[in-house]
């Protein structure tokens, strides 16, 4: 047993979180890593899906990775005796997706928050330093970087909060970042493991959103994206907005039509739902037959929908803004 499995605050969560397979062993297992690469899930704290079930939702049901994409995951809003609780959710010996063609060099270390905003916890810090210290008395990893030193992520906003200072337990001035992110390049070289839903800038300044990627780029298939690709990525900003001249196909015109208006628990409109829960069923939010009742599988495929794309929205209600972020699911699948 490795020394960081025997931190008291360690939560073991390998294969017990949301999966459809697992990753690919590394060719030299542990002896492959080099690096531990530092992330945070760019998600603030208060949100309702800034919880490792969330992320495994998105991984696996909406990036199509067999696992979750970190090996360890530091989350701040759980204490164990003053310090943030570590979760070991991928078997460090795989290979998992969270750094592109460096994957099998690195070991994906994410603590929970977005640190653009959020503020690093003493109970967090304490926990980086732990495991930073089992790790490096394991042998596992010879240096460490943030997300945006490794190659072809300069641009990303990754990790922003300064992991050496923190490894030498520095409790104050934590707020300058190791590396400021680059200008987001125009164009993207796919890497491993890449979709268009991890490289998409969703919330930072830029504003580059999934539907600019797919708009950007008619002629690539999101689903099938290879290694070496070039995409439109930074010059995508805004290309999915709409202008007057550009007309909308009406609903019924789309395989899976979305109702509008407001559904819940209380709705009787069985068309409507039933649209509901086929689209939801077509994007792998599944929900059970499509019967046309609002029942608690419906309102929890909303719920788990929400976490994903509207964490800040998380009530089991389709509205407006479900439907919309639903649609555009929808066409980036081809629908």
Not at 152 to 169: E, I, L, M, P, R
Not at 193 to 205: E, Q, R
Not at 235 to 255: G, I, V, W
């Amino acid at each position: 047993m490795y020394t960081f499995e025997k931190l008291p605050q360690l939560v073991d969560k390998r294969g017990k979180l949301v999966h459809k397979g697992e990753y690919a062993k590394r060719k030299n297992g542990v002896n492959s890593i080099t690096t531990r690469v530092w992330h945070h899930s760019l998600t603030k704290l208060s949100a309702g899906g800034s919880k490792i079930e969330s992320f495994a939702d998105f991984h696996v049901r909406t990036n199509g990775w067999p696992e979750i994409a970190y090996h360890l995951i530091i989350d701040p809003k759980h204490v164990v005796n003053g310090k943030a609780a570590i979760y070991y959710c991928v078997d460090i010996s795989k290979k998992s997706y969270h750094v592109g063609n460096s994957n099998t060099i690195g070991l994906g270390i994410c603590v929970i928050g977005d640190y653009r905003t959020d503020k690093l916890s003493e109970a967090t810090i304490r926990s980086i330093i732990d495991l930073h210290k089992a790790l490096i008395a394991d042998g596992i990893g010879k240096y460490d970087k943030a997300h945006n030193e490794m190659p072809g992520y300069s641009w990303k906003a990754c990790c922003v909060f300064d992991y050496n200072k923190t490894f030498k337990d520095v409790l104050s001035d934590l707020l300058p970042p190791a590396k400021q992110p680059d200008p987001v390049p125009g164009l993207y070289t796919i890497q491993e493991g890449d979709t268009f839903w991890s490289v998409a800038l969703k919330d930072g300044k830029e504003g580059i959103t999934v539907e600019d990627l797919i708009a950007a780029n008619p002629n690539v298939k999101p689903s099938q994206l290879k290694v070496g690709q070039t995409i439109k990525f930074g010059t995508a900003k805004n290309t999915y907005t709409s202008t007057p001249e550009t007309s909308k196909k009406e609903q019924l015109e789309y395989k899976y039509p979305l109702p509008f208006g407001v559904l819940k628990s209380s709705s009787k409109d069985k068309v409507a739902i039933k649209q509901l829960q086929e689209a939801l069923n077509a994007v792998n939010f599944k929900c059970g037959t499509a019967d046309g009742i609002y029942e608690s599988r419906t309102k929890d495929a909303v719920t788990r929908f929400q976490k994903v794309y509207l964490p800040y929205e998380v009530d089991g209600t389709y509205g407006p803004n479900t439907k919309t972020k639903l649609q555009a699911v929808l066409k980036s699948k081809g629908y």
